[in-house]
């Protein structure tokens, strides 16, 4: 365990209680002799942990306590670097640009030591068959997605039956081979799929939804049964 994941594990454990722990305690939960815990108590204090107490008596954490936003545990920065990547192979060009956005952001901002570990990650999302969808579709149904705005698509199914619809998109899944607009159709009242890259057309409209996305999603998920990890 690196030193920074032991330090947001020791903000974690003193938030998780209300009363004054001892060192003893606090030493054997995290694996750590006291000598080592009572220096990573006065380093979390000099970056401003409202922690209070002293040896023999115990330590508290005061409520109201953010923990600091680029505190990263090993994991969590593997996990940032893993999903930046993929976004990178597999979303339209601005979240592409975005991911590689943050990465740079939380870079420029990491101690020398996470900066190293997030800059050299051996996490690797090789190439493969990607979704054919435009780029400019992508984009403005994210945007629809996002204000919650109706869309109009015109769009051709895998029999090649063409059909124009108003639509409410609610979610946009990016599988390996092909990205999957939800929406609530108009016309049939229902819910239904769309493969993008079946889409001929599609153009966002002034009217907003009658019916709040999370409603919808909600309703959508129950009926599909699609678990909230999705």
């Not at 903000?11 to 722990?21: E, K």
């Not at 020398?112 to 190439?127: A, D, I, N, R, Y």
């Not at 979704?131 to 984009?139: G, H, M």
């Not at 999603?217 to 990890?229: A, E, F, G, Y």
Request: aromatic residues 6%.
């Amino acid at each position: 365990m690196s030193r920074t994941e032991r330090l947001f594990d020791l903000i974690q454990l003193l938030r998780r209680h209300r009363l004054p722990v001892s060192g003893k305690n606090l030493s054997e939960e995290l694996g750590v002799s006291l000598r080592t815990l009572y220096r990573d108590i006065i380093t979390l204090q000099s970056l401003g942990a409202p922690i209070e107490g002293e040896p023999g008596v115990g330590y508290v954490l005061k409520s109201g306590f953010m923990l600091p936003p680029l505190m990263f545990s090993d994991d969590e920065i593997e996990a940032m670097v893993l999903g930046s990547r993929w976004v990178a192979q597999r979303a339209d060009t601005q979240l592409k640009i975005a991911a590689q956005n943050v990465l740079a952001k939380i870079s420029a901002l990491l101690p020398t030591e996470l900066k190293h570990q997030l800059e050299t990650s051996g996490l690797l999302v090789p190439p493969g068959k990607c979704a054919e969808s435009k780029d400019s579709d992508l984009i403005l149904i994210r945007k629809a997605i996002r204000l919650e705005r109706k869309i109009e698509l015109e769009y051709q199914d895998l029999q090649n039956n063409h059909s124009t619809r108003i639509l409410w998109p609610i979610a946009l899944g990016f599988f390996e081979e092909v990205h999957l607009m939800v929406g609530w159709c108009e016309l049939r009242q229902d819910f239904r799929h769309f493969r993008t890259d079946r889409i001929l057309q599609v153009s966002i409209k002034e009217q907003k939804y009658s019916e709040r996305r999370q409603s919808l999603l909600k309703k959508w998920r129950t009926l599909h049964n699609i678990p909230q990890s999705y």
